[in-house]
């Protein structure tokens, strides 16, 4: 088994916990608060990292024009989370995690528009299982009262899009850059917490926007799991005989995981139904991968 397959399946696994905990920690509660706090938790978890391995001097060292196409993946990625962590104070997880589950299908289309692939006859069969699937959810949603008009359906597509956007990004700072992995990560963390913190300031302080905020202990172990999930994620990306097609196919298999949490911890509504759904939308993702 190929070392970038390996990582990918533990980053998955890591991945799947996340989504369980950062639904804990954001239900009904202010997502831009949680955000600050919980990259505040990640990037204090992987500067203590860099520490112990000895790679913290190395990794501070990082030129202008490194630093700011590290601070657009974070820009791209403080986006997509935003949008995310906003539809999931209210959206059922085993909503979500079917919709999420579809990265591979924009990173795939943004793919034939960058690289100019062209999609075999079983790709394009594979898009249109995932729009199948994509229906049932719509109809699914519609007996929560969640259509794909509602705001947090949108958001969650919207934050879809920008983290496969980021996929692709990564995939040209890793492996055709070659910048190192631990750099990236290490002033990624601290740009999302500025990021997240500009953002806080213009909500709560300068707009004077009402907030609820309820300090959760899954608060911080959510940063410090995004944390470990992509620093094994960066690793297997870096890898020269990396796919990113596949590695973005294997990383949503965490929906499992989160679909199963859903079901069992927080008591989702039509579990039978979405589950169908989520099968049609991971075999849209299995004729992706083959066709690619």
Request: contains cysteine; aromatic residues 12%; glycine residues 6%.
């Amino acid at each position: 088994m190929s070392n970038w397959l390996i990582l990918v399946l533990f980053s998955a696994i890591f991945l799947g916990i996340y989504d369980i905990t950062r639904k804990h920690a954001v239900r009904n509660n202010s997502a831009i608060c949680v955000l600050l706090l919980a990259s505040i938790a990640g990037a204090i978890a992987f500067t203590f990292y860099t520490l112990i391995t000895g790679n913290f001097i190395s990794a501070l060292s990082c030129s202008s024009k490194e630093f700011l196409l590290v601070f657009l993946k974070a820009c791209i990625v403080g986006g997509s989370w935003g949008c995310v962590y906003t539809a999931m104070r209210k959206l059922p997880i085993s909503l979500a995690a079917p919709i999420r589950s579809t990265a591979p299908l924009w990173t795939f289309i943004a793919a034939i528009f960058i690289y100019g692939e062209i999609p075999s006859l079983i790709s394009g069969i594979g898009m249109a299982v995932i729009f199948v699937g994509y229906y049932a959810l719509s109809v699914i949603g519609q007996l929560e009262g969640f259509s794909f008009k509602n705001k947090s359906m949108l958001l969650i597509v919207a934050g879809t899009i920008l983290g496969s956007a980021a996929a692709i990004y990564d995939k040209y700072l890793l492996n055709q850059l070659n910048l190192s992995p631990i750099r990236v990560q290490l002033y990624f963390s601290y740009c999302l917490v500025l990021i997240y913190f500009i953002a806080w300031l213009i909500i709560n302080r300068i707009a004077k926007v009402d907030t609820h905020f309820e300090w959760r202990w899954t608060i911080p172990v959510t940063g410090v799991l995004l944390i470990v999930s992509d620093l094994v994620y960066f690793q297997a990306v870096s890898l020269p005989d990396a796919q990113i097609s596949m590695i973005s196919l294997l990383r949503r298999c965490s929906c499992v995981i989160t679909f199963l949490a859903g079901a069992m911890i927080f008591r989702d509504k039509n579990v039978a139904k979405k589950f169908l759904a989520l099968l049609i939308v991971l075999a849209g993702i299995v004729l992706l991968a083959l066709g690619k």
